[in-house]
């Protein structure tokens, strides 16, 4: 699967901004897409998680300002980012996650950079 995400920016503290990632396959049939983000000198951390059944999962961090969602006859998901805030900085990474015999195989886009100024 190849992921291909965009949408990162400059953006003020409070504002908004919408990160989408397209695949290469048809996200239905992937176990979960996710959002990662990885702010500089600290570790990657899932953000947000979008089960093959609908079910969402969010970071507690941005509970109540993210929302991930999926267009499925675009194969694409998105994040959108809200009431932003400067410690939302980081690189987001798109991740698509499948489980097959036991095996987790993992795939990455190549990441898009989100800068929140207070």
């Known amino acids: 699967v190849q992921l291909q995400a965009s949408g990162g920016g400059l953006v003020l503290s409070g504002g908004s901004l919408r990160l989408s990632c397209a695949a290469s396959?048809?996200?239905?049939?992937?176990?979960?897409m996710n959002w990662y983000r990885q702010a500089p000198g600290k570790q990657r951390e899932l953000v947000a998680g979008l089960g093959r059944g609908g079910s969402a999962n969010y970071a507690d961090s941005v509970k109540g300002r993210f929302t991930i969602s999926r267009d499925n006859a675009k194969n694409t998901v998105y994040l959108q980012m809200n009431s932003l805030k400067p410690e939302d900085t980081a690189v987001y990474y798109c991740?698509?996650?499948?489980?097959?015999?036991?095996?987790?195989?993992?795939?990455w886009g190549q990441g898009t950079q989100v800068t929140v100024s207070s």
């Open positions: 396959a048809n996200i239905v049939s992937i176990g979960s």
């Open positions: 991740n698509a996650r499948e489980t097959k015999n036991n095996n987790v195989y993992n795939f």
